[in-house]
């Protein structure tokens, strides 16, 4: 499928568990977005205490008018 940049656009990430459970992050869409622990991840999760997530756990791809969800070969998976 295609996989794109869409300038200006963002992504809301709703927490509903974990260290940043009831808080909303916005990240920009310009590069796929890395979720995990690791430092140089767009979305950080604690590496404390949200122990089921790997380091680089999943990636969102911008994909036509909407988002393609791939984990990023974690231990415990991605549910979507």
Known sequence: GYRGRRV???VYFF?????KKG?????????????GRHHDCQVQLDPYEDIPASG???VVFVAGDGYILE??????????
């Not at 927490?15 to 260290?19: D, E």
């Open 23 to 35: 808080r909303i992050e916005a990240v920009e869409t310009g590069v796929p977005i890395k979720i």
């Open 8 to 10: 200006g656009a963002k």
């Open 56 to 58: 680089h756990h999943a």
């Open 15 to 19: 927490f509903l568990s974990g260290a």
């Open 71 to 80: 984990d990023a070969g974690s231990s415990w998976g991605t549910y979507k």
